[in-house]
């Protein structure tokens, strides 16, 4: 399984779009990335996924360059509210049919006003 | 709000005592896992069901834990002899279980403590 790699930790301020880069070297054909959020004592929120290219959505975008050794999960205007774990997940789909989630440490992203 | 719960959400036990946790699925989701998630870390999977069938365990499963989904809905964790390193928080997740790729939906998590 692909073993993914990310910032602990990020700081940034109300209102700024925050970045986060996840490196994913061993990526196989087949794998998915996505990208999960967890708040304290909450379980993890589903934020995006994709394979390739560009994905939007409400809330994200998810930049994945040709190769697919990295993505960047992108927060456009954080607010205080987004501070969170995020977590990066690749390798999980299509490689034991279970589906099962394998998560690292995530990267604890800090708000501040 | 039809997402998943679980129940209790906080236990607090003593070593060597039983414990079972319920998680209740988004009805119709055939697939529910469980994972165990200590502080600072990413939760860790424990084992997966599809529809009534167990068909996956970690090693991190040891003989002290099972699990049940009797009806192919609602599941329950149960730990024997509880252990301080037990301690953590218990997290159920269920999805569709039409394709690896389905999203998973996250209870809020049954945290447990063994004094």
């Known amino acids: 399984l692909a073993k993914t790699t990310q910032p602990i930790s990020m700081d940034s301020y109300e209102g700024q779009e925050v970045n986060i880069t996840c490196s994913h070297n061993?990526?196989?054909?087949?794998?998915?990335i996505t990208w999960y959020q967890q708040f304290p004592s909450q379980g993890p929120r589903f934020i995006i996924q994709?394979?390739?290219t560009k994905v939007t959505n409400e809330v994200a975008s998810l930049f994945i360059p040709a190769d697919r050794k990295s993505s960047t999960l992108s927060l456009p205007r954080v607010s205080l509210s987004d501070t969170a774990v995020y977590y990066c997940?690749?390798?999980?789909?299509?490689?034991?049919?279970?589906?099962?989630?394998?998560f690292g440490q995530g990267t604890t992203l800090q708000v501040k006003p | 709000d039809t997402g998943v719960s679980q129940d209790p959400r906080h236990k607090i036990t003593k070593r060597g005592q039983n414990v079972t946790f319920r998680c209740d699925p988004i009805?119709?989701?055939?697939?529910l896992y469980w994972y165990r998630q200590t502080l600072g870390q990413g939760p860790e999977f424990l084992t997966y069901?599809?529809?009534?069938?167990?068909?996956?365990k970690s090693r991190l499963l040891s003989d002290r834990f099972s699990a049940e989904r009797p009806k192919g809905s609602f599941s329950t964790l149960e730990i024997q002899r509880t252990e301080q390193g037990d301690s953590a928080m218990y997290l159920c997740?269920?999805?569709?279980?039409?394709?690896?790729?389905?999203?998973?939906?996250f209870g809020p998590g049954t945290r447990l403590t063994v004094l």
């Open positions: 069901f599809q529809n009534e069938a167990q068909l996956e």
């Open positions: 994709g394979y390739k």
């Open positions: 997940l690749v390798g999980i789909h299509g490689s034991s049919n279970t589906g099962k989630l394998i």
């Open positions: 997740a269920s999805s569709p279980g039409q394709w690896d790729t389905d999203t998973q939906y």
């Open positions: 061993n990526i196989a054909t087949n794998d998915y």
């Open positions: 009805s119709e989701h055939n697939r």
